[in-house]
Nanobody
Framework: QVQLVESGGGSVQAGGSLRLSCAAS????????IGWFRQAPGKEREGVAT???????NYAESVKGRFTISKDNAKNTLYLQMNSLKFEDTAMYYC?????????????????????WGQGTQVTVSS
């Protein structure tokens, strides 16, 4: 069975850093596009970053230069390094497996483009 389990969330002051992890099981991450999405209360779920099977990353404009997506294929684990955090980054962060043709464009909208979701990890940034 496919499972995605996020960890590493927490509370941090603006300007600080966090690293999120997503442990995958039931499939091999090297053969899929995988990524991070987030949702704040009352807001739509939005794309943060995805990484394709060849290692090519894609980022939402709002996080470009601050966040880095990476993966360890040997550990079957996805990561998101978040630096220079802002209050606007506060959200529940979800790991997801993305249908291959939509690896980049899933950042615009995940609807119909994400095949599996994790349960999320909360990130809270205080000012």
């Amino acid at each position: 069975q496919v499972q995605l389990v996020e960890s590493g969330g927490g509370s941090v002051q603006a300007g600080g850093s966090l690293r999120l992890s997503c442990a995958a099981s039931g499939f091999t991450i090297s053969t899929y596009c995988i990524g991070w999405f987030r949702q704040a209360p009352g807001k739509e779920r939005e794309g943060v970053a995805t990484i394709d099977t060849d290692g090519s990353p894609n980022y939402a404009e709002s996080v470009k230069g601050r966040f880095t997506i990476s993966k360890d294929n040997a550990k079957n684990t996805l990561y998101l390094q978040m630096n220079s955090l802002k209050f606007e980054d506060t959200a529940m962060y979800y790991c997801a497996r993305v249908r291959a043709p939509w690896c980049r464009r899933s950042l615009e909208s995940p609807l119909g483009r994400v095949s599996y979701w994790g349960q999320g990890t909360q990130v809270t940034v205080s000012s």
